[in-house]
């Protein structure tokens, strides 16, 4: 069965870095594009990056955008997030999800939480 | 990047029919038969409902449809069961060059 399950969550600073992971199995990783969305306590949810099937085409929301990257490791089978230059409106628990079609994202993780502070 | 417009907040008694709306623009929800509809229970990921403006996943119970008339995509619950009292959100392809954009979010109440 399809399983997405993040890592690399936690507590950073302002302005440190932290990776986030999700790795995939139970189905052909380079079938799909990628996406990472977030959602910070009490709100709603944010698209925060974008990656297609082969890793060619990459878009971000303009809230991380020269901050934050998005790549895939296809060998591993896994997404990664990468986040730079981290503020305390990060602070969010940040899920991985399969797009299926057009942003219709089929499978989601369990969430990692993300928290921003000194 | 602008979000779409949901109601906060909407409720109906079990048994009825609730609708809720997004609403968009030209550039997303008007201009591609992309609309999604996510459900999200407290402490849960979000669960697809329905894509493609009005197709439901496996699994999806048929109490669920969705419609979109211009730029305004409509959520219709039938049926209202307690559990489906959770959180709902739309959301839009916008075009090769953008990311996607999300509703605000409405929260269903079942009386």
């Known amino acids: 069965q399809v399983q997405l399950v993040e890592s690399g969550g936690g507590v950073v600073q302002p302005g440190r870095s932290l990776r986030l992971s999700c790795a995939a199995s139970g189905y052909t990783f380079t079938n799909h594009g990628m996406q990472w969305v977030r959602q910070a306590p009490g709100k709603g949810l944010e698209w925060v990056a974008a990656i297609s099937y082969d890793g060619s085409k990459r878009h971000y929301a303009d809230s991380v955008k020269g901050r934050f990257a998005i790549s895939r490791d296809i060998p591993k089978n896994t997404l990664y997030l990468e986040m730079n230059s981290l503020r305390a409106e990060d602070t969010a628990v940040y899920y991985c999800?399969?797009?299926?079609?057009?942003?219709?994202?089929?499978?989601w993780g369990q969430g990692t939480l993300v928290t921003v502070s000194s | 990047q602008s979000a779409l417009t949901q109601p906060p907040s909407a409720s109906g008694s079990p048994g009825q029919s609730v609708t809720i709306s997004c609403t968009g623009t030209s550039s997303d929800v008007g201009g591609y038969n992309y609309v999604s509809w996510y459900q999200q229970h407290p402490g849960k990921a979000p669960k697809l409902m329905i894509y493609?403006?009005?197709k439901r996943p496996s699994g999806v119970p048929d109490r669920f449809s969705g419609s979109k008339s211009g730029n305004t995509a409509s959520l219709t619950v039938s049926g209202l069961q307690a559990e489906d009292e959770a959180d709902y959100y739309c959301?839009?392809?916008?075009?090769?060059?953008?990311?996607?954009?999300f509703g605000g979010g409405t929260k269903l109440t079942v009386l």
């Open positions: 999800a399969r797009d299926a079609s057009f942003y219709s994202c089929d499978y």
């Open positions: 493609d403006v009005s």
């Open positions: 959301t839009s392809y916008a075009g090769s060059n953008d990311l996607g954009v």
